[in-house]
């Protein structure tokens, strides 16, 4: 019994002998196959073009977005400009001048409105047509452009009637200002059909403050524009 014992212990031991040793792993690290290798560089790859075309998605967008701002930024001046003058309308200059009184209030800053009316801009139109009263109405913005600064603002608030918005001068300036720009438009001619004829306008002043308001402004300006209106038909018929 003993021997059969031994002989199969033996036998055992070369079994195991001849066996393949099992592969050990290195301590802290799991054995990956070639499979999985080949999967994670798929998903690396899958993930560097997903943020690729993220990129391309963020930079198409982005190029939309600017062109959709200059739109807009091209119809909102549209809408607040005078085809035939180049210069702003009425929603413009309206704009302009509340966000001029918010810089007078804010820094106690100066200005004044000045509202002219054309004269004699109908009977011109009549007699000689509304392209005649364009061109009398283009010259007449030219004018007043000449005797304001590149920082005042010139509007028109429709018809024969236009406003400025004028900066940083005294009640005796703006005054000054609106008489000189009546001086300026009453010294224009035109030869119509061979007839020579003259517009000229009357000018009417309202000084802002850090207490004042557009509609309130506009009202005094164009209050003091009719009363200077009559004051020269009076002057003109006497």
């Given at each position: 019994m003993k021997k059969k014992t031994t002989a199969a212990a033996s036998g055992a031991?070369?079994?195991?002998?001849?066996a393949p040793a099992p592969r050990k792993?290195?301590?802290?690290?799991t054995?990956?196959?070639?499979?999985?290798?080949?999967?994670?560089?798929?998903?690396?790859?899958?993930?560097?073009?997903?943020?690729?075309g993220d990129k391309s998605t963020i930079r198409r967008l982005r190029a939309q977005l600017a062109r959709a701002q200059a739109r807009i930024e091209e119809l909102q001046a549209s809408a607040e400009t005078d085809f035939l003058l180049d210069i702003l309308n009425r929603r413009g200059f309206e704009r302009e001048l509340v966000r001029s009184l918010s810089f007078i209030k804010r820094y106690q800053a100066s200005g004044a409105l000045i509202v002219l009316d054309v004269d004699r801009l109908k009977p011109i139109?009549?007699?000689?047509?509304?392209?005649?009263?364009?061109?009398?109405?283009?010259?007449?913005?030219?004018?007043?452009?000449?005797?304001?600064?590149?920082s005042d603002v010139i509007g028109r608030l429709g018809?024969?009637?236009?406003?400025?918005?004028?900066?940083?001068?005294?009640?005796?300036?703006?005054?000054?200002?609106?008489?000189?720009?009546?001086?300026?438009?009453d010294r224009?001619?035109?030869?119509?059909?061979?007839?020579?004829?003259?517009?000229?306008?009357?000018?009417?002043?309202?000084?802002?403050?850090?207490?004042?308001?557009?509609?309130?402004?506009?009202?005094?300006?164009?209050?003091?524009?009719?009363?200077?209106?009559a004051q020269r038909r009076h002057e003109s018929s006497g």
């Open positions: 031991a070369k079994r195991r002998k001849g792993s290195a301590p802290g690290r054995a990956t196959t070639g499979t999985g290798t080949k999967a994670a560089g798929t998903k690396a790859s899958t993930r560097g073009a997903v943020a690729s139109n009549d007699a000689f047509g509304h392209a005649a009263g364009d061109e009398v109405l283009k010259t007449i913005v030219a004018a007043i452009s000449d005797q304001v600064r590149a018809g024969d009637e236009f406003a400025v918005l004028l900066w940083n001068l005294s009640e005796t300036d703006a005054r000054a200002k609106a008489a000189a720009l009546e001086e300026a438009i224009l001619t035109f030869v119509f059909r061979g007839s020579q004829i003259s517009a000229g306008a009357s000018a009417g002043v309202a000084i802002l403050t850090a207490h004042s308001d557009a509609d309130r402004v506009l009202e005094e300006a164009d209050r003091a524009m009719y009363v200077r209106k």
